[in-house]
Nanobody, 115 residues
């Protein structure tokens, strides 16, 4: 079992920055890829960014060049640095961790981009 706890969400003005964190606990030695998804009101959950255990990253086109995902050397904490935020980035952001074929999810953290 893996438990994920996110932090760092909040309200920010357009053009601002936020950094999200996700700390994993439990069977962390078995975690492979980790990443972030987001879900805006009335929309489906969508991929934001992923990072493998080896450090390879993947981003949604809508966030490339603005968001950066990273992972600690201990590999059980990930971050999402979000710059140049736009109102359309407003959503609940969920952290996930993959263990073999199982995905574990955090509780989500709200990000609101508004003036």
């Amino acid at each position: 079992q893996v438990q994920l706890v996110e932090s760092g969400g909040g309200l920010v003005q357009p053009g601002g920055s936020l950094r999200l964190s996700c700390a994993a606990s439990g069977s962390i030695f078995s975690i492979g890829a980790m990443g972030w998804y987001r879900q805006a009101p009335g929309k489906q959950r969508e991929l934001v960014a992923t990072i493998t255990r080896g450090g390879s990253t993947n981003y949604a086109d809508s966030v490339k060049g603005r968001f950066t995902i990273s992972r600690t050397n201990g590999k059980n904490t990930i971050y999402l640095q979000m710059n140049s935020l736009k109102p359309e980035d407003t959503a609940v952001y969920f952290c996930y961790a993959r263990v073999v074929t199982n995905d574990y999810w955090g509780q989500g953290t709200q990000v609101t981009v508004s003036s």
